[in-house]
Structures are given as structure tokens and as C-alpha cells.
């Protein structure tokens, strides 16, 4: 069915006959190639010489078609259109450029398209692989509305609503799905005495009378053991009230189920106590780590999530009147050459916490433990053994399975699939950053990419591990399905080429419930607002003096701040390209209004590249010498290394807003961004790349602004201009750094975190007991695409030479 813009193009065309068909021979005279909207206009522009003509067509329905196209594949004399009308909603249409036809083509008739450019034969080859997930979708609900996307949770509600009413199948499988409730051998909330519908609506009845006798506040303990005569075991509540409206609920979900009990009920269920996170990729610590190469913002992530996670656990076991110890477990790599980290300590306990700890176990193969850190792009042939290592050695730490996995990352993601499908336990996925979208075309060119970034291995695993999960975590909407003109990270996943490797015709849908946005935040008792004065970590400050302040070059900071009344603008990052620290150099180095205005602090990386072992990051630290020189910044820059302390950053952070200054997040591209929510709880006016998730974060000129990494002189203008407003009325600086403040304790928080992604731990798994069939069959099609494809791609990577001496052969 197309859209109607599909169903408009013949008459688009038709209109404006003359100009379009130069245009589209000019598309086609350059032979077979991708070309992206920008690049349609450009040459649109080129082709059409009449000023008022062009802006004519070019603003008429010709702009509309050339909006929505996100790419178009050329291949003469046809030239195919990739439309995107809305988050998730995408057609295809291809053009005679010869005669102007139009026809409405699938997404797999698109793709060949594209393979034509690429590799001919393969794409001509009727029996080349074709993934397609959403085979087995048949009976799995979808949502339809592009804003619904990211909610599925309180759809996967109103969907067991539909399920429990009436169909007294899913209510057996709810009855037996209780039935099961226990804890190393300790039953909860039902016995056998209440194995059918009838007889547990009948207890209930009377329990809840008998419950309703007892002032709100009576302990468990003293009508318990009415309540196990009657069949009801603990897991009710901790008093007279909570039992009653729980079985209050419980009778009129059996009765006529509703959405908002469904939710509650099964959020309050005792289903969760032990959780696994896994985290592969080192360095994972909690000193000296932040920084390194790879190792930013999850690390953060997860040991913030792991605290929020238990407190939100044990005031749940608290409130379900049970006396069990959760157990939280971070599985990461164990790196033998840890490099003055702990990264080589098995067991660490996990600081602020009481029942969680890291478990580190290394990477193995036949020739023995690997030794050094590697980068994230590399570790695919140790995976398959790691989740056997850490599957055996979760069994035995939790004496017994846990309750639900979450992964993060496409190495832990594939490890928790593994692992999760193993042990039959409830599985989520968090991907942080998916790298499809941060590199141009980075599926079609995935063999240029292969050597260096082994894309076809990554992309492999992450369709894997979205497959596999019951619930997927994003940290905010773009992640699924982008903005209007963008599209999301997991969207980049719903159909798309390798040629010569495999076409995926569906790869995951965007519309799919199992998608939940759940922010992440930051830390507050470390990021308060620099107003906080009594609680100013003041013991930092001479250091942060020297940090920023001293004349003299040293192993930590080079470059000098020579007039150090001006404001400082701010930037902390790991040295990737993405990240664009060199990019915002340049804007600096460039803009003369805005070096008058203030100075440029920068954070990240060493300074000499020999110092580095990531690939990136040595280029950039290159990069980063040569602007200096070019732009003649000593005086006017600080570039500081790495920093792996929080609490000192925090009041680095503060510093900068003592200065009246800003923080500058220039990245091409962002996955979340959790420097952004650092520097807004700072009270710090941030300044944050508008592609990815800090265009959501911020609300521009109001809660901080969003800048275009695309487009240093206006970037770098915007960022001179609130200087010099803020010159002129101090208050503005105020305004911004409040609107910053109100936005966090709003949306981003832990605590909100931690709710939804334990209500979603039990949600999901009901569900997935509901779905047993469809689960099963379409894992044994994941199997096979594992065993057939990841593995073999895996084995390609490599490990490193024997020369180098890397592995401690173990017995
Ligand atoms: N960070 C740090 N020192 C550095 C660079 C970064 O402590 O030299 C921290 C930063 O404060 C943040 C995290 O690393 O907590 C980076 O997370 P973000 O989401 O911004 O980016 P990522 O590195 O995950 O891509
Ligand atoms: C990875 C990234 O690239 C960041 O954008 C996120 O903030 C971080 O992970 C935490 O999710």
C-alpha cells in the first residue's frame, strides 16, 4: 500500500515534467550510487537554472517528496526512493528515469537496489540469505501510532487484559505462572490448595474479609496462619492493608481483568530477587577506569542503575512482607594486565551497595586466558566461552538461576542472549549505543569497515540479542525511532543490506511492544547544583585550581588559561571521533568573538599517542596537537587528560558554573549523553549535539541548548551570542542553569528508573510465559542464524598473534 506521498509522485512529476526529467537524467547520468536528500537537492539545484523556478519546485511537492526521502539508491535508468513520513513509518517507490513512471517497490526490492551498486551478482542472486524476524511475529500484538513507541509496557498490559478476559487458557497459565512463585524452596503467594480459577476466587473472597478485620497497619505475622490454611502463602504484603488491596486487585483481574491492575499486580509480584547485568567489554571498575578507551558512560550507568536497582528491591521486599536477600551480580571481563585497575580482581564488592558485587572472569580460548585489554570491536571470538564461564559460575554464586538478565552493549547483549536463553530466565537489553548509525552507510560498506570496526559481526549480534530479549530499555526515544527527519538507532535495524552477507527484510519493528523507555540519570548525592555551597566538595578545589589554573605543562594538563577572568566553556569525553572534541577546537580556534569571550576547557584522553592503545583515539590526540598549533590557542585552552575521578569531576563541574561558563557537548553523534545530565544537575547551562539523545534531554532555550555538530560557525555563534546576552544580563545565565535544574528532577532520575525497569521484569515475564510457542519457535530460527553466521564471523576477527605472547596457558 503506498503513501500518499507515493501515490502523489506521478502527478509531482507530471507537473513539473520538463525540469524533473533533467533532474532525474542528471541523477542517473552519474551512474550507479547512493545519494542522500541533501545530495538530490544539490544537484536539483545544479540542474535547474531559474532562480524562481527552482525555489518554486523546491518548496512545492517536489521539497515534499525530497523531505521525507532519507536516501535514494541510483541505478539507471531507475533512481529508488527511501521515504520516511513518520518515526518508524518508511515506503519505497522507484522512478523510470526515462519516462517518469512511478511504482511503489517493497523494502526488499529497495535493498536489492542498493546491492546492485555494491556487488551485482549477489544481489541478482535469488537464493542470497534473507533474514526475516518478523516471520514469527504472526501472533505477537503491534502498536500502530508512531507516539506509542517506546510505551510497550503499558501496552503489553492492555494486551494480557485482552488475553485474561474471558480465555480461561492464559488464566490456567496465570494460575500456574503463580503457582511457581518461590525462592530457593520457599513458595509464595499460593499453594496447590488453589490450583484452579474457581477455588483461588473463592479463597480470596473470604481471605479479604477476613483481612479487612485487622487495623491497616497489623504485621503479616499475626494472620498468617488463617491465610495458609485457606492455600495463601507470603508475598502479600508486609501488613493488613497492603494483602488486602492486593487480593482486592488479584479478585477483579479474575473477574474483568483491567490495564492499570494488570500493571500493578504483576509490578508488585515477589518474582525478582537475584538480577544479572552483564557488561563485557574492560576496563569495568569503579576507580581509575572512567576514560579509558570504551569505558565511559555504561560503566557509569550500571553502577548508578545497580544501587538504584537494589534499593527499589529491597523496599519491594520489604513491602511484600519477605525476608529474602536480592542479590545483584555485574558480570565483566577479567583483564589479567589490568594496568593499575582492580580490573583483574574476580570479586568486587560494589561501593554503596550491601548485596551487589562485580564478578570478573576472564577471556579464554585453547591457548589459554587473554591477557591485555582490547578494544570493543574485537572481543566477538571470546564470547561464546565467556557465557559459558559465566553461565556456570552465576549458577553457583546464586544457587540457582537468576530472576532476570539484563545485557548491555552488543557484546553483553549477545552474552546475556546466550545465557538468558540457556537458563530460561527473563531477558532485557540495553544497547547504550548502537554503532550502526554513527557510521555513514556502514552496512552497505560493511566490508571496508570489516577490518577495522568488524561491523558484520556486531550488527550480526545485535539482531541476535534485540531477538532474543523480552524487553528492550532505551534510554530515550530517538534510540527506537529517531526524530522526524532522523532516524532511530533500533529503526536502523528494521531493514538493510550487507551485500554479499545477508539482506535483512526484517531485523526488528520498531512498533514492536517489547520497546520501553526508561532515562537514566545521574547521581545526585555526587552532581548537586554549584549553589549547594554546604555541600561543595572543597577539599577538591586547590587541586582543581592547579587543574585549570597553573602556568606550567605537565603529565596531566598542557596549555594555559592566560586571562582568567573570562567564563570557561567545558567539554569532557572519551577521544573518539564521534565525539568531536576536535571539532569543537576548531569552532574555538575559528571564532574570534567567542575567544574573546571566554576560555576552553577540554577533558580526554593523553597527549601522546604513543600512550594510547585504541586506534581512534591516537588519531585524535594527533588532531588535537595540530589545531592547537594551527590556531595559536596556548593561552586561551586547557586540555586536561582523562579524569577517572567522579567526585573530583563533579566539582570540576561546579567550577566551571563558579566561573559563569558552560558545558559543550559537540558529538557527531549521541547515543544518551550522561555528561549532559551531569553538567545540568551541576547547575551548569549546557550546550549539547542536537543529533541523538541530548536534542531530547534539552529543550533549547530553556533547559540549556542544542547545537549542530554539523555546523561549527553557527554552533560556535550560538555559544558567543549566550555569552554575550549574559554580559549584558547576568540573569539569562540563571534562567538557563534553573531551566536546566527543573528538566532533571522532572524526567531523569534513578528512582524513576528503577520502578519502571523492575515493573517491566515482571510484566515481561508473564508475558513471555503467555507467548511459550511463539518464543520457542522463533529462538530455534535465532539459533540457527547464531550457529550459521555470528559464529563463523566471529572466528574471522582474530585473536591476537601468538608472537606477542598475550595468553597465560592455563591447565
Ligand atoms: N568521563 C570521565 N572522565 C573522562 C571522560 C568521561 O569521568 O575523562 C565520564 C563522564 O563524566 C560520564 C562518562 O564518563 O560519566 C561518559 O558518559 P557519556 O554518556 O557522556 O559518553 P560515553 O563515553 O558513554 O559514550
Ligand atoms: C554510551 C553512550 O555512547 C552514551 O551516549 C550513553 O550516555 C552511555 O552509553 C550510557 O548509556
Given amino acids: 500500500m503506498g503513501s500518499q506521498i507515493v501515490d502523489s509522485m506521478p502527478d509531482v512529476l507530471r507537473q513539473s515534467r520538463f525540469h524533473m526529467k533533467r533532474c532525474f537524467a542528471r541523477f542517473t547520468g552519474m551512474g550507479r550510487r547512493l545519494m542522500k536528500s541533501q545530495h538530490l537537492k544539490e544537484e536539483i539545484e545544479k540542474t535547474i537554472e531559474d532562480k524562481l523556478e527552482r525555489s518554486k519546485i523546491l518548496e512545492g511537492s517536489v521539497g515534499d517528496i525530497l523531505n521525507s526521502t532519507q536516501e535514494a539508491a541510483v541505478v539507471p535508468p531507475y533512481v529508488a526512493f527511501a521515504m520516511r513520513h513518520n518515526p518508524g513509518v518508511w515506503d519505497y517507490a522507484k522512478v523510470n528515469a526515462e519516462n517518469l513512471s512511478v511504482d511503489n517497490i517493497t523494502a526488499k526490492e529497495y535493498l536489492k537496489f542498493k546491492e546492485m551498486i555494491i556487488d551485482e551478482n549477489w544481489a541478482k542472486d535469488d537464493n542470497a540469505l534473507e533474514v526475516d524476524f518478523g516471520a514469527f511475529n504472526v501472533s505477537t500484538p ?11 509496557m503499558n501496552y503489553i498490559s492492555k494486551f494480557m487484559t485482552t488475553k485474561f478476559s474471558g480465555n480461561s487458557e492464559s488464566a490456567k497459565t496465570l494460575i500456574e505462572y503463580m503457582l511457581a512463585l518461590s525462592h530457593h524452596g520457599e513458595k509464595f503467594m499460593i499453594n496447590e490448595t488453589l490450583n484452579t480459577i474457581k477455588k483461588l476466587q473463592e479463597a480470596l473472597i473470604i481471605a479479604e474479609v477476613f483481612v479487612s478485620s485487622f487495623p491497616k497497619d497489623t504485621p503479616y505475622q499475626n494472620f498468617e496462619q488463617k491465610l495458609k490454611e485457606w492455600g495463601f502463602e507470603k508475598g502479600w504484603g508486609d501488613n493488613a492493608e497492603r494483602v488486602r488491596e492486593k487480593m482486592r486487585m488479584l479478585s477483579e483481574i479474575l473477574q474483568a481483568p483491567d490495564p492499570t491492575n494488570i500493571e500493578v499486580f504483576f509490578g508488585q509480584l515477589p518474582v525478582i530477587f537475584n538480577i544479572v ?75 554503596n551497595t550491601t548485596h551487589s558485587y562485580i564478578l570478573r572472569i576472564p577471556f579464554r580460548t585453547e591457548m589459554g586466558v587473554l591477557r591485555q585489554w582490547i578494544s570493543r570491536f574485537d572481543v566477538y571470538p571470546y564470547l561464546e566461552r565467556f557465557s559459558q564461564d559465566a553461565s556456570a559460575k552465576i549458577v553457583e554464586q546464586m544457587e540457582g538461576k537468576p530472576d532476570l538478565i539484563l545485557g548491555n552493549y552488543t557484546d553483553g547483549n549477545i552474552v546475556a542472549s546466550l545465557v538468558a536463553s540457556k537458563l530460561g530466565v527473563t531477558l532485557a537489553t540495553i544497547a547504550h549505543a548502537l554503532e550502526k548509525t554513527k557510521y555513514e552507510d556502514s552496512d552497505m560498506k560493511w566490508k571496508e569497515f570489516d577490518p577495522k570496526y568488524h561491523f558484520s559481526c ?71 547544583p554549584f549553589t549547594e555551597k554546604h555541600n561543595r566538595l572543597t577539599k577538591f578545589q586547590p587541586a582543581i585550581e592547579e587543574l585549570l589554573y597553573s602556568k606550567e605543562d605537565n603529565d596531566e594538563h598542557i596549555g594555559f588559561l592566560a586571562d582568567r577572568k573570562k567564563p570557561i566553556i567545558f567539554s569532557m569525553a572519551r577521544l573518539d571521533i564521534v565525539k568531536n572534541i576536535t571539532g569543537l577546537t576548531e569552532w574555538y580556534g575559528k571564532n574570534k568573538k567567542l575567544r574573546s569571550l571566554v576560555n576552553l576547557v577540554i577533558v580526554g584522553g593523553f597527549f601522546n599517542p604513543s600512550k594510547s592503545k585504541d586506534r581512534e583515539e591516537m588519531a585524535e590526540i594527533k588532531k588535537m ?187
Avoid at 292 to 302: A, H, S
Avoid at 695 to 709: K, N, Q, R, T, Y
Avoid at 754 to 760: D, Q
Fill in 625 to 811: 596537537h595540530a589545531l592547537i598549533e594551527k590556531y595559536q590557542l596556548k593561552g586561551q585552552i586547557r586540555w586536561i587528560a582523562a579524569q577517572t575521578d567522579r567526585y573530583r569531576n563533579s566539582e570540576l563541574y561546579r567550577s566551571i558554573a563558579d566561573t559563569k561558563g558552560a558545558f559543550v557537548q559537540p558529538a557527531l553523534y549521541e547515543a544518551f549523553g550522561l555528561t549532559v545530565i551531569e553538567a545540568m544537575n551541576c547547575g551548569l547551562p549546557t550546550f549539547a549535539t542536537n543529533q541523538g539523545g541530548p536534542a531530547e534531554i534539552i529543550v533549547d532555550g530553556v533547559s540549556g541548548f542544542l547545537i549542530d555538530p554539523n555546523n561549527g560557525d553557527e554552533s560556535s555563534n550560538k555559544i558567543a551570542y549566550f555569552f554575550e546576552k549574559c554580559k549584558g544580563d547576568p540573569e539569562y545565565w540563571h534562567r538557563i542553569s534553573q531551566g536546566g535544574l527543573k528538566r532533571i528532577y522532572e524526567c531523569y532520575t534513578w528512582k524513576i528508573y528503577a520502578t519502571k525497569v523492575l515493573n517491566m521484569g515482571s510484566a515481561y515475564g508473564v508475558w513471555r510465559q503467555l507467548n511459550k510457542e511463539q518464543k520457542q519457535a522463533k529462538q530455534r530460527y535465532i539459533d540457527m542464524f547464531y550457529n550459521l553466521q555470528f559464529r563463523k564471523l566471529a572466528k574471522n576477527v582474530g585473536t591476537p598473534s601468538e608472537e606477542k605472547q598475550p595468553f597465560t596457558p592455563t591447565e
Fill in 458 to 528: 556486531q550488527f550480526t549480534a545485535d539482531l541476535i540479542a534485540m531477538n532474543t530479549a523480552d524487553f528492550i530499555v532505551t534510554s530515550t526515544y530517538q534510540e527506537i525511532a529517531g526524530s522526524k527527519n532522523r532516524p532511530g538507532q533500533y529503526e536502523s535495524h528494521v531493514e538493510f543490506t550487507m551485500p554479499g552477507l545477508y539482506r535483512v527484510v526484517s531485523g526488528i519493528n520498531a512498533f514492536d511492544p517489547k520497546f520501553n523507555i526508561a532515562s537514566p540519570g545521574a547521581d545526585q548525592s555526587i552532581y548537586f
Fill in 142 to 152: 503491534r502498536l500502530s501510532l508512531s507516539s506509542s513507541i517506546g510505551n510497550g
Fill in 277 to 351: 547485568i552483564f557488561s563485557v567489554h574492560g576496563y569495568f571498575g569503579q576507580s581509575d577506569v572512567l576514560g579509558l578507551p570504551d569505558t565511559g558512560g555504561q560503566v557509569v550507568y550500571i553502577l548508578d542503575q545497580v544501587k538504584a536497582l537494589e534499593e527499589e528491591l529491597l523496599s519491594r521486599i520489604k513491602k511484600q512482607g519477605l525476608n529474602v536477600k536480592p542479590q545483584i551480580i555485574v558480570v565483566t571481563r577479567l583483564i589479567p594486565d589490568a594496568q593499575g585497575t582492580k580490573c583483574n580482581q574476580e570479586i568486587e564488592p560494589i561501593i
